[in-house]
């Protein structure tokens, strides 16, 4: 079956960086594309990042866009998401998201804090 496990998060300094991983298995990642979410404490998830199935094809939202690089490693059936300039603001659980079988699948996410 379809499953992403994400990596990777933690407590950090505004200003720092942080890179997330999210292992994928059950499908053939390489002709999927991927996705990073967040969800903030008391707010929606909302879309962080996309990916092609080749890498080809990347979009960001505007609010992370310049500090957030998201890339693929489909020997290694792994997305990635680096996170430099961290804000308070950037606090949330992150999650990896496909679309397979017609269906959105999701990884339990990875908690990532930023506070001094």
């Known amino acids: 079956q379809v499953k992403l496990v994400e990596s990777g998060g933690g407590l950090v300094e505004p200003g720092g960086s942080l890179r997330l991983s999210c292992v994928a298995s059950?499908?053939?990642?390489?002709?999927?594309?991927m996705n990073w979410y967040r969800q903030a404490p008391g707010k929606e998830r909302e879309y962080v990042a996309f990916?092609?199935?080749?890498?080809?094809?990347?979009n960001y939202a505007d609010s992370v866009k310049g500090r957030f690089t998201i890339s693929r490693d489909n020997g290694k059936n792994t997305v990635y998401l680096q996170m430099n300039n961290l804000k308070p603001e950037d606090t949330a659980v992150y999650y990896c998201?496909?679309?397979?079988?017609?269906?959105?699948?999701w990884g339990k996410g990875t908690l990532v804090t930023v506070s001094p």
């Open positions: 998201k496909c679309r397979y079988g017609g269906m959105d699948r």
């Open positions: 990916i092609s199935f080749s890498g080809g094809s990347i």
């Open positions: 059950g499908f053939t990642f390489s002709t999927y594309g």
